[in-house]
């Protein structure tokens, strides 16, 4: 089997030693320059490529050997072309080269062709030992030649990209602003001829100058782009293809560069990076929106190959974040560019497979909205009158709130000219009261002309899209990146996050090996106070989700009516067939968020859902949830607050049973639940005591022992451990002896169920225990108590004297409890130790009671 | 810029990486020499291993619940010539998970082998996804990628003609149907050439 033969062909190459490498290094220079035993070189080159890359230590070559890889890497042509890439790949492997070998085997020699063949290694060898710096001055002779060929052109121009990429900083103002002006060149002023067959050599035949065409047959009118349809490309048309494909990587990194660089001072005076930007790259920025409107335009045209609808999707992908690139770089093409991409939405808004596309242009839309208000001539006498008057910025911006408000615009608006105007503050740090005012209304009635509201695209994706492509992984990909970088503006300039969190949670549900550490950053953005609580039954009900979604993607469409009848359903897939339990899956999947809590008949959902149990999708969803979980409850313990909690704790009571019944799944987050409770409870004391209605008939009922044991017994220690008048001025001893009563009574139930059920008994010893820590500490802080609380612990005792099973635990545990109960002033030191003892300075402290103590008691010891 | 373009096998076993090309750097300590071409060789290489398991891990799950056994693309391929339908990801990696960079890889995958690019944040991914289908396309014709996956390893040569002219120096074209068959051609005539 062909897989076998990958095992033992690993097993080969890695068990080769150092001298089997030695070996067919030295086979390969005795036959390298010998053009009859070509094959058996290529062979022995591909060995030892092999080795070298399934290897997993480093290996180095013999100087001799790298020596002759690397001129013939400088000598590749076409012919040999194959054999020169894999001695490319093997030196890769070993690099990057150390002193010594770099600079006796790497420098490039100016004006050779050499040189360019050599690019792709300087690239790997970085910038170690200057290697770089001095290949970069060579590549930029080269693109500025104009009587060198056009391939020479374009390896100079791959390799200054790569460099953009990899080292920006490299890049100086001179080396971009000729670049770019060459790009701008390849970009609009390639030939629109066809290239003649290269294959076929007929002297005879005509010259033919064929135009290219335009993708959908029709012979092209305007420059040409990649779009355009030939039989055969030329050199230049190549050259605008790469142009083109490598402009936003080329855009992106020089404008970080020449934005970031504030060392860079051009001629000796001081530019603004905005100038900068637009001395430097020249008149790329309008070649470039040229060149991007053809493209609009072209794309809108139907190919006559079908597989080039897919280039043209890809095409306006690209063409939309360059321009929003180009927008940031210059504003003054906003207005401009604004329009065309709107037209686009229009254009595409039903367009299925452009869905990618319409990610894009929302990213645009946010990133330009803002700027469009201060377009034109508007910002030129904003900024001028801004600075003839001078008033202090704080009223100023509660008037215009009050403005907005008065005048009743929607809150998207608001927001956005909030913050603009608060940009216009904190740029010129003056405000002129009245003009601004004047200027506003002069906005609101004019602007609705520039102005877009992004709201329309926003539904469009976090709705439509987002809720019938969730199975589509890489339009989830890009609307998670797109959350992922605007979490910001999403978050607080938005609600898209707070309505839409239900189908955002889609995209776990369905993905949830792949989105989780997304998730896990975007958790915290779509925690409101508003929302959190129902975000807190989303993510319990995960697995639910996932499960409800496999089945509404495996129901068969538009089935004839639900069924009406009410026998309980067989599999999932039939009880999405029925009026009973289709409206509990569709509230699952919903759309928007806003119910603040589950639906009441949850249970019946996990019923229904039962069969999907071991899916495997199901599976991984219900793994992700303790990870969710614990974002969450440490969102909640840092900005909750106190009546947040309040809520909280009801819902932490119902759903720590209440679970998609899927053993470890329960498991782990009943773990967290109780673990999360005694955080809650810790960081607000006062619940226990302000919500005694609801922890008592909680605590008073041993049925909620039942399956989550630790969950009860947390809440039991915590009762007994807060519920004092320390933590709350409102802890009265009428309500501590209310709880004692309920504890004692658990007690003695408990107790009991494990005597007369032993080994069946769904309570262990442990809760026991805590039942009697918990009413001893109770008891010292009302000593009335007190001796029912020795009472209560003298029969537990006897109870268990004779229980084999751990019983005598108990037993020793009661004894302790009743001694320390018999001497109530020290009992009440001891059960309610003040909270110092956390900081451990109780342990540290000489003048600390246990200190005293343990020094008391060795005196006494030692005396007697 | 695609970092990296990276052939492994997938199930059954183990996964076993078959060829992989680095075109960028990811930045580790450029100008610090202080780390050895050595040290910076096992990063290079426990960063490409790092990314194939992780494609094998997306891959096996979405296997778990496909219903298409491996057997049934290689019958396919191996009876109708017809490529199988791919299983197709994506996933991030964010800066300092396994590069020093944000990063996201797109996987490809179907029977014996996945195909993964591990491409700059900014990259546009449509063009990613179409131009790896065209280096498998062209893979499977000249080396039998996906039924002989044995053979990638040996016949480097091969893949690094069609990696070089689908990928120059891993800069993703944008390329029509008709600038497709003109490569096409570079292709069989460069592997054919001596």
């Known amino acids: ?864 | 810029m695609v970092y990296a373009f990276i052939i492994n096998t997938i199930l059954p076993g183990i996964p076993r990486l078959l060829y992989y090309d680095i075109f960028g750097q990811d930045g580790v300590a450029d100008d610090s020499l202080d780390i050895t071409a050595d040290v910076l060789t096992s990063i290079r290489k426990s960063q490409i291993q790092q990314v194939f398991e992780r494609v094998h891990s997306e891959y096996q799950f979405r296997r778990s619940f496909s219903g298409r056994s491996v057997e049934d693309d290689v019958l396919k391929l191996i009876n109708d010539d017809t490529l199988p339908e791919f299983d197709t990801g994506f996933f991030r990696l964010r800066a300092g998970e396994v590069f020093q960079k944000d990063r996201y890889v797109i996987w490809l995958a179907a029977g014996y082998t996945a195909f993964s690019f591990v491409c700059e944040k900014y990259e546009n991914r449509l063009v990613a996804e179409s131009i790896l289908k065209h280096l498998i396309r062209y893979l499977q014709e000249h080396v039998r990628v996906l039924t002989q996956p044995s053979e990638t390893g040996l016949r480097s040569e091969r893949v690094g003609v069609v990696v070089n002219t689908f990928l120059p120096q891993g800069n993703l074209l944008f390329l029509n149907n008709r600038l497709i068959r003109q490569l096409e051609k570079e292709v069989d005539n460069q592997i054919k050439a001596s």
């Open chain 1, 1 to 864: 089997m062909s897989i076998q033969a990958v095992d033992n062909l690993f097993q080969q190459a890695r068990k080769a030693s150092d001298e089997d490498i030695e070996k067919l290094c030295n086979n390969i220079l005795d036959v390298f320059h010998q053009p009859e035993k070509l094959t058996e070189c290529t062979n022995l080159l591909r060995q030892l490529y092999f080795i070298l890359q399934v290897s997993d230590h480093p290996m180095s070559l013999p100087k001799k050997l790298l020596e002759n890889l690397i001129t013939s890497v400088g000598l590749m042509n076409e012919r040999n072309l194959k054999q020169c890439l894999i001695c490319q790949r093997i030196v890769k492997e070993v690099m990057p080269l150390d002193a010594e070998n770099m600079s006796e085997l790497l420098q490039p020699e100016s004006g050779s062709s050499v040189t360019k063949n050599l690019f792709p290694l300087y690239i790997a060898q970085g910038k170690r030992y200057g290697c770089i710096k001095s290949v970069l001055s060579s590549a930029m002779r080269w693109l500025g030649n104009q009587d060198l060929d056009f391939e020479s052109q374009r390896q100079s121009f791959v390799f200054l990209v790569a460099v953009s990429i990899l080292h920006t900083s490299s890049l100086n103002t001179e080396y971009i602003e000729t670049t770019s002006s060459k790009i701008s060149q390849w970009l609009l002023n390639a030939s629109i001829q066809q290239a003649p067959n290269p294959y076929t050599i007929n002297p005879f035949r005509k010259d033919q100058t064929n135009i290219v065409n335009e993708i959908d047959g029709t012979p092209s009118q305007n420059f040409f782009t990649f779009l355009n349809i030939g039989q055969y490309y030329t050199e230049d048309q190549f050259l605008n293809i790469h142009s083109f494909s490598m402009l936003y990587k080329w855009l992106y990194h020089c404008h970080k560069q020449l934005t970031s660089d504030t060392t860079v001072t051009n001629n000796g005076s001081d530019m603004s990076p905005t100038d900068r930007c637009k001395q430097v790259f020249g008149n790329l920025a309008s070649k470039t929106v040229e060149y991007c409107f053809r493209l609009l335009d072209q794309c809108e045209r139907k190919p006559k190959v079908a597989t080039d609808a897919e280039i043209q999707i890809a095409c306006l992908y690209e063409t939309v974040t360059i321009l929003d690139l180009i927008c940031s770089i210059e504003a003054n093409y906003i207005p401009k560019v604004h329009q065309e991409i709107k037209r686009l939405y229009t254009r595409l808004s039903h367009d299925v497979t452009a869905f990618p596309v319409i990610i894009q242009i929302l990213q645009f839309f946010i990133n330009h909205n803002i700027t469009v208000l201060y377009q034109s001539q508007y910002y030129s006498s904003l900024s001028i009158t801004v600075s003839i008057y001078n008033v202090t910025a704080f009223p100023v911006i509660i008037q215009i709130l009050q403005f907005f408000i008065n005048h009743n615009i929607t809150v998207l608006y608001q927001s956005q000219y909030y913050s603009s105007l608060s940009i216009t503050v904190s740029i010129y740090n003056v405000t002129a009261f009245p003009v601004i005012i004047q200027l506003l209304q002069f906005f609101i009635n004019h602007s609705s002309a520039v102005v877009h509201d992004p709201q329309e695209t926003y539904q469009h994706v976090f709705t439509e899209i987002l809720s019938q492509h969730y199975t589509d992984q890489g339009l989830m990909f890009d609307i998670v990146n797109f959350i992922m970088d605007n979490l910001d503006t999403l978050c607080y300039k938005t609600s898209i996050l707070s309505t839409y969190f239900p189908n955002i949670f889609k995209i776990l549900a369905w993905h949830p090996r792949t989105f989780l550490a997304e998730f896990i950053d975007i958790l915290p953005a779509l925690m409101s106070p508003t929302t959190s609580l129902e975000i807190f039954h989303t993510i319990l009900d995960l697995p639910c989700m996932t499960g409800a979604l496999e089945t509404i993607v495996k129901s068969p469409e538009n089935t004839s009516q639900l069924s009406t009848v009410t026998v309980t359903p067989a599999s999932s897939l039939e009880a999405y067939q029925m009026a009973l339990y289709r409206p509990l899956l569709t509230f699952i999947t919903r759309v928007e968020g806003g119910h603040g809590d589950t639906i009441n008949r949850l249970d019946s959902l996990h019923g229904v859902l039962d069969d999907l149990k071991n899916n495997p999708r199901v599976t991984v969803a219900s793994q992700t949830v303790p990870v969710l979980l614990r974002v969450w409850f440490e969102e909640i313990l840092e900005n909750g607050g106190n009546d947040f909690a309040i809520q909280l704790l009801p819902v932490m009571l119902e759903r720590s049973i209440l679970l998609y019944p899927k053993p470890d799944f329960t498991a782990d987050v009943k773990r967290i639940l109780s673990e999360n409770l005694v955080k809650l409870l810790k960081k607000y004391k006062s619940i226990v005591i302000s919500q005694y209605d609801e922890i008592s008939d909680f605590l008073i009922s041993t049925r909620n022992i039942y399956n989550r044991e630790e969950f009860y017994t947390n809440l039991v220690w915590c009762v007994g451990e807060y519920c004092t008048v320390q933590h709350s001025k409102t802890c009265t001893a009428d309500l501590i002896a209310k709880y004692y009563n309920i504890l004692e009574a658990v007690t003695y139930e408990t107790s009991g169920i494990i005597i007369n059920n032993d080994e069946t008994s769904y309570i262990t010893l442990k809760t026991v225990s805590v039942l009697i820590s918990a009413l001893s500490k109770l008891a010292t802080r009302c000593q009335d108590l007190i001796p029912r609380a020795i009472l209560c612990l003298t029969k537990v005792t006897k109870q268990h004297l004779t229980n084999s099973n751990g019983g005598e635990i108990l037993v020793s545990r009661c004894q302790e409890l009743i001694n320390i109960l018999k001497l109530p002033n020290f009992a009440s030191v001891i059960l309610n130790p003040p909270e110092e003892i956390e900081s451990g300075r109780w342990h540290k402290d000489n003048t600390s009671i246990p200190i005293l103590l343990r020094a008391s008691h060795r005196h006494l010891t030692s005396d007697g």
